[in-house]
């Protein structure tokens, strides 16, 4: 849903204002020596390509049900229950794709260090996070 926010975001409000940028300095004269000019379609190249990658993410974007997926191991979609093992401590999350991640709404990347930890294990197996501040250890709880 963000990637869809920020497309709509792109095309309807940031590449109408690039495009008035631009004709501005136009309106200025000569544009070889115009650093609004040159900034503008500088900034038109950044948002027409960020406009087709999201265009194509989308395109291309596969919806999985983590309701649907097997509980065996942890998967893409994947949701768990994790245990500190030396504070007690529960922490719950969904592993999703770098682009959804959101740490506040407990979706974090498969490319993350603790998501890439995580990938392939099952219920009751230890997770070792390399942290900058020393390994941290889990148990992966559940599936959920």
Not at 37 to 42: L, P, S, T
Not at 79 to 91: F, W
């Given at each position: 849903m963000a990637l869809k926010q920020e497309l709509d975001r792109l095309k309807t409000?940031?590449?109408p204002e690039n495009i008035r940028a631009i004709e501005d300095a136009r309106s200025q004269g000569d544009l070889s020596e115009n650093a609004e000019y040159?900034?503008?379609?500088?900034r038109q190249g950044f948002l027409e390509a960020r406009i087709n990658e999201l265009?194509?993410?989308?395109?291309?974007?596969?919806?999985?049900?983590s309701q649907d997926l097997?509980?065996?191991r942890v998967r893409f979609a994947s949701r768990v229950s994790l245990e500190n093992v030396e504070t007690g401590e529960r922490v719950?999350?969904?592993?999703?794709?770098?682009?959804?991640?959101d740490i506040?709404?407990?979706r974090i990347s498969i490319s993350s260090p603790l998501g890439s930890a995580i990938m392939g294990k099952r219920p009751g197996e230890e997770v070792v996070l390399e942290?900058?501040?020393g390994r941290r250890?889990?148990?992966l709880v559940e599936i959920l």
């Amino acid at each position: 849903m963000a990637l869809k926010q920020e497309l709509d975001r792109l095309k309807t409000i940031e590449r109408p204002e690039n495009i008035r940028a631009i004709e501005d300095a136009r309106s200025q004269g000569d544009l070889s020596e115009n650093a609004e000019y040159a900034a503008a379609k500088d900034r038109q190249g950044f948002l027409e390509a960020r406009i087709n990658e999201l265009a194509y993410k989308l395109a291309n974007a596969e919806v999985i049900d983590s309701q649907d997926l097997p509980r065996d191991r942890v998967r893409f979609a994947s949701r768990v229950s994790l245990e500190n093992v030396e504070t007690g401590e529960r922490v719950f999350y969904q592993l999703v794709g770098p682009e959804e991640s959101d740490i506040e709404r407990g979706r974090i990347s498969i490319s993350s260090p603790l998501g890439s930890a995580i990938m392939g294990k099952r219920p009751g197996e230890e997770v070792v996070l390399e942290a900058p501040g020393g390994r941290r250890y889990y148990e992966l709880v559940e599936i959920l």
